[in-house]
């Protein structure tokens, strides 16, 4: 019975995470991670990104046999683990039967949310709260949830940060020396074997993770997104919420020795909230929903308020089942077995396939035939997300390191981002004029855009695409023109400049503990907007300090800001602050 529930689940969610390249956002990161495997590029040094050198493993991508076998194994294993973690929480209370049921609904619908990754995370979850609620654990237990959560570290960041507390706080719950001792040994060591076997520099160790961790903190404040289609989430999550903390209430009622298991639930479903609903999309608040269930699983048991957890895996459950539903009635047709099969097995199926996916992407790119000529055999970055570009014309791609730039949610990010454009003599930029969300692609990041106009040149350009070839640096020392103090909305002339100058803008938002605090614990309750040169944009509160670009010479019109001397150029702000403009001159 187990052997066949398994296999169902297998066959069921395995395609959901089977990917061929596209167009768009998400399919170019997940293309670029296994490109960056395929080209040997160091995690820390030549790339950083939401995802480590294992993020790969997280989609089965088909264009590599070594990471689609690799991706496979692993999310077959993450599979089989978790369903086999749901069963063991439920089957005691419930039995067999309803336990196989529980565990086929909660991985099917895990799995194609959060992917292998996401499993792994909701086993560790699950087997910790379990383990903290109950007060027993093994040796064997906290190193395996110490090696997942390194393993996880490096696939995705900041749910391997989770899974971290998740296994020390298993390790301490019982006060056990030995546990505390397998925690404080099995972390650094079975990071260093993941980091190698990935073919990584343990040089590069904590510099990736430092600048790891920048671009997690930065994540929320640049990232937040409402889908109208997704508003129903909120209702349902804070009705669920409620019913989760009155179940735990309940139980420390009559049992006081539950606070450990109380705090960490809720740090558990803290973290699903910033996961859902910082980014909130249909996709994500499935993640926070499918997060809860596995909360409800564990807290499973015949006794009072056992029909009021039963309620909240359930009403979790549907709440997921309708988001994807909702997602997926307009999503591209997923790949198939079929086309797994084929490229796996190799041979002319395979090549057809990924040939014809090839023509497909170039068709939706496309990239004008002397623009690629320009670019020619040059290292070149594409910005903002189309990797897949450069995979479908078979450039020779050499990222700047935040994969996508628009990611580079921090000035550090951003510093690093325009050191890497400049320190590359031959480096070109293939870009595509296109914002992500509701951003200024010319503020994205600033440092980053200052550098293409200070220091490349444009080559050719059509259809929204240009290929900007690196020069010299043309740009003089800023100097300070104006400085004042500007109340939320009002509206700023921007100062007119000679034609070889350029304009910048640095805009310092008046601080808010408020606002602080509900970002840690939640997102930004009010994102900083600004209105500038006809455009309403989101502005990233970590990047406002710029420098934005205002004004820059004719010469540069391809970034798609206004002229030196162009009149009746305003700008202003969401909120009040410090508003500084600076100008440069530019060698001719």
Request: proline share 6%.
């Amino acid at each position: 019975m187990q052997a066949l529930c398994v296999s169902l689940t297998l066959l069921i969610a395995l395609p959901t995470s089977f990917v061929v390249p596209g167009v768009g956002t998400d399919p170019g990161w997940m293309l670029g991670l296994v490109m960056a495997r395929q080209r040997h590029l160091r995690f820390g040094h030549d790339v950083v990104f939401t995802y480590g050198p294992w993020g790969f493993l997280d989609h089965i991508s088909l264009i590599d046999l070594s990471s689609a076998l690799l991706a496979t194994a692993f999310a077959v294993l993450a599979l089989i683990v978790f369903w086999r973690t749901v069963w063991s929480a439920v089957s005691p209370a419930y039995g067999a039967a309803v336990g196989s049921g529980v565990a086929v609904l909660v991985s099917t619908l895990a799995f194609p949310v959060g992917g292998p990754s996401w499993l792994l995370l909701m086993t560790i979850v699950l087997g910790v709260l379990a383990s903290v609620r109950t007060g027993t654990t093994s040796l064997l237990r906290v190193a395996a949830a110490s090696g997942g959560a390194t393993l996880l570290l490096q696939i995705k960041f900041s749910e391997g940060l989770l899974a971290l507390v998740l296994a020390g706080a298993l390790s301490v719950s019982l006060r056990h020396p030995v546990r505390i001792a397998c925690f404080v040994v099995a972390v650094p060591s079975s990071f260093v074997l993941w980091w190698v076997l990935a073919g990584q520099e343990m040089g590069d160790v904590l510099r990736w993770l430092s600048l790891s961790a920048q671009i997690v903190s930065g994540y929320s404040g640049a990232m937040y997104y409402a889908e109208p289609r997704a508003a129903f989430g909120v209702l349902v999550a804070v009705l669920l919420v409620l019913l989760l903390g009155s179940l735990v209430l309940h139980e420390l009622r009559t049992g006081p020795d539950r606070w450990g298991y109380t705090l960490l639930a809720a740090g558990v479903v803290l973290f699903g909230l910033k996961e859902g609903f910082v980014r909130h999309d249909l996709n994500h608040q499935s993640v926070f929903f499918t997060l809860l269930a596995v909360v409800g699983v564990s807290h499973l048991r015949r006794s009072a308020g056992g029909v009021g957890r039963l309620l909240l895996v359930a009403l979790a459950c549907a709440a997921a089942v309708a988001s994807l539903a909702i997602a997926r009635s307009d999503a591209p047709t997923a790949t198939t077995w079929g086309q797994f099969a084929a490229v796996v097995g190799g041979g002319d199926p395979g090549r057809d396939l990924l040939d014809t996916v090839k023509v497909g992407v170039r068709q939706r790119e496309a990239v004008p035939v002397d623009v690629l000529a320009a670019v020619g055999r040059r290292p070149v970055h594409i910005e903002p997300v189309e990797m897949s570009a450069a995979w479908a014309y078979g450039l020779n791609w050499h990222p700047v390191p935040v994969l996508q730039s628009f990611s580079a949610y921090t000035p550090t990010l951003d510093r690093l981002e325009a050191q890497a454009l400049t320190s590359a003599p031959h480096m070109a930029v293939l870009r595509q004029a296109a914002a992500v969300d509701d951003r200024l692609q010319a503020w994205d990041p600033p440092r980053y855009n200052r550098a293409l106009v200070c220091s490349f040149r444009p080559a050719a350009s059509g259809a929204g695409w240009t290929a900007l070839l690196r020069g010299p640096n043309r740009c003089g020392a800023a100097r300070e023109v104006r400085s004042l103090s500007v109340a939320a909305g009002e509206a700023i002339p921007v100062p007119q400049v000679a034609a070889h100058q350029m304009l910048t803008m640095s805009f310092r938002p008046a601080p808010s503990l408020r606002r602080q605090v509900l970002s840690l614990v939640a997102r930004d309750p009010q994102p900083l907007r600004a209105s500038f040169a006809g455009h309403e944009v989101r502005l990233p509160r970590k990047l406002a300090g710029g420098p934005l670009l205002a004004r820059v010479p004719s010469d540069v019109g391809w970034i798609g800001l206004p002229a030196g001397d162009q009149r009746d150029v305003t700008v202003s702000f969401s909120e009040s602050g410090q508003l500084t403009f600076r100008v440069n001159d530019l060698a001719a």
